[in-house]
């Protein structure tokens, strides 16, 4: 009998959405705190720039068991995305269960003769209050603290009357109406950023960035919806995942001047597709070295803005404020009205105390989890949501079926901490010396392994149904609904009170 367990999950995004319900079905009695003052995570109204819209197609951006309204374009916009969390929130009753407002800002083991954690919880700006819980589900996600750059002179460029705000508070349009505008970044929330500023009518754009990033256009060639290319599982299998045999190794090497010819084809679609020797934005990395879940869909409009002068493109950085005069590392100075720092998130698990957190994270940032979801030197605990990818919806619903049975000692092949160990250390390995690609973002990206982490997920919970026809399962992307259908072949069981 599986003993009913007292479950804090941590963030109501999309993973702590999940894990709630996944928890709370499994009998456990939930307490999802959430610091915003609204669900949604990323896609919560207050810190959605205008026109943010998603990157996955809306049938790899939802839970098995709601798929997205079919009157929601294939990329949802923000709104929407929130829309379909806020009733996904109430299909499964989650309302009760919601401490909204509400942070957590330390968390402390408790003494070593009782399971679980005491966390302290502050509301509003009261005092925090400490509760205790036999788990703990973390899904903070990795875009929680915002990266925010300090350049020189910028306390006198305010002083002088500009502005700088990170890409997260850019939500009302007006605000760029008539300004001149640097956006800084060259990820996606950047060329929205700088596409919409274009539209709403900003005096000038400029985007400055390091380098230039391959970038996916919804469709390739113009016809191909990316999702038929980018999430098949042949495609995956060109690249070299972890833990190959060495047959798979030897059919790698035969199959590598077909592999390059391959890429070497995408790039010079993507050249010819978004005009890049045009911009001056051909990135000097080969495509396939860069495959991860920093690799961004291209804006529409942003290569032709690009190309025509309506957004001015500098590859480097801002070297400092001169009164209201911006100097580029290029040594380009612009008066300047507002600067949009997309300049990302900073990853962490900052209420975590330091000890353990150092079993967490290695010195140069790698995280280790097993599965990207569990750390045996850190009981009573796991993360949801830190296997993002291209489909990351459904990458955190597997990571929450697979943590709540974790927690209760029923996955069909519950790892040992010495098997959870030694698999943390091949992956950094292979991490480190194989794929660096699959470094980025603290190595907590599947991508563009979706399907090779989600079968060891579903071999793990005991799944008996795991994929569909050779040909549709080879050529076509992970499928919600079928997802569905492998969990359902899973055992079932219920968590009981005293
Ligand atoms: C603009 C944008 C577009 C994206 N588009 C896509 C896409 O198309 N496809 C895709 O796969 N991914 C996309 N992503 C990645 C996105 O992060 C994930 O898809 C997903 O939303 C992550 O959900 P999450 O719940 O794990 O994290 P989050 O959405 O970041 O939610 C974490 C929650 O935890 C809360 N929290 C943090 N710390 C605390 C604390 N101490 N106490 C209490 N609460 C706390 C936060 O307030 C937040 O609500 C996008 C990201 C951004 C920013």
């Not at 610091?35 to 990323?42: M, S």
């Not at 302290?120 to 929680?144: H, K, L, M, N, R």
């Not at 190309?307 to 612009?334: C, K, P, Q, W």
């Not at 040992?416 to 660096?436: F, G, H, Q, S």
Request: charged content about 25%; aromatic content about 10%; some cysteine.
């Amino acid at each position: 009998m599986v003993a009913q367990k007292t479950v804090c999950i941590i963030g109501a995004g999309i993973s702590g959405l999940v894990a709630a319900k996944v928890f709370k079905q499994h009998g456990h009695k939930i307490t999802v705190v959430e610091r915003a003052a609204d669900i949604g995570g990323v896609w919560e109204p207050s810190r959605s720039y205008p026109d943010v819209q998603t990157q996955s197609p809306k049938d790899l951006y939802r839970y098995t068991s709601k798929a997205m309204p079919a009157s929601y374009p294939e990329w949802p916009k923000g709104p929407q995305v929130h829309q379909y969390l806020t009733e996904f929130a109430r299909d499964h009753d989650l309302g009760p269960y919601l401490r909204l407002n509400s942070k957590v800002v330390a968390m402390r083991r408790q003494p070593a003769d009782r399971p679980g954690w005491t966390l302290d919880i502050q509301t509003g700006d009261g005092p925090a209050t400490s509760e205790e819980f036999d788990f703990v589900a973390v899904c903070t996600g990795q875009f929680s603290d915002k990266n925010v750059v300090d350049h020189p002179g910028a306390q006198d460029f305010t002083a002088a009357g500009g502005a700088i705000m990170h890409s997260s508070d850019y939500t009302d349009p007006a605000t760029l109406k008539g300004k001149r505008v640097i956006v800084l970044g060259g990820s996606k929330s950047a060329t929205d950023i700088a596409v919409n500023a274009v539209k709403v009518g900003a005096a000038s754009v400029t985007n400055v960035m390091r380098e230039p990033l391959w970038r996916i256009p919804y469709f390739l060639g113009g016809l191909i919806n990316f999702k038929r290319i980018v999430y098949a599982r042949a495609q995956e299998e060109m690249f070299g995942g972890w833990g190959q045999t060495r047959r798979a190794r030897f059919g790698h090497a035969i199959a590598k001047p077909f592999v390059w010819a391959n890429w070497r084809a995408l790039e010079s679609l993507l050249k010819t597709q978004l005009k890049l020797k045009k911009c001056g934005m051909v990135p000097s990395t080969p495509i396939e070295t860069v495959i991860n879940c920093a690799l961004p869909i291209a804006t529409p409009d942003y290569h032709p803005m690009a190309a025509d002068g309506r957004i001015h493109i500098v590859l480097g950085t801002i070297a400092r404020y001169d009164g209201r005069t911006v100097v580029l590392s290029t040594g380009e100075r612009l008066d300047t009205d507002i600067v949009v720092q997309a300049t990302g998130w900073k990853l962490g698990v900052p209420f975590l105390p330091e000890d353990y957190r150092a079993k967490l994270v290695e010195p140069d940032g790698q995280y280790r989890l097993y599965r990207l979801v569990a750390n045996p030197d850190l009981p009573d605990m796991g993360f949801v949501g830190f296997n993002s990818s291209f489909a990351t919806v459904l990458c955190a619903e597997m990571a929450a079926n697979w943590l709540v049975r974790y927690a209760d000692s029923q996955l069909a092949r519950q790892p040992t901490a010495a098997e959870m160990r030694d698999n943390i250390e091949m992956m950094l390995r292979w991490k480190r010396d194989e794929r660096p690609a699959a470094s980025v973002y603290g190595g907590l990206c599947v991508a563009p392994f979706h399907f090779k982490h989600l079968d060891e997920l579903l071999e793990d919970i005991g799944a008996t149904t795991r994929k569909r026809s050779p040909l549709v399962e080879k050529f076509s992307p992970p499928d919600a609904d079928a997802f569905g259908r492998y969990l359902a072949s899973a055992p079932d069981y219920r968590a009981s009170g005293e």
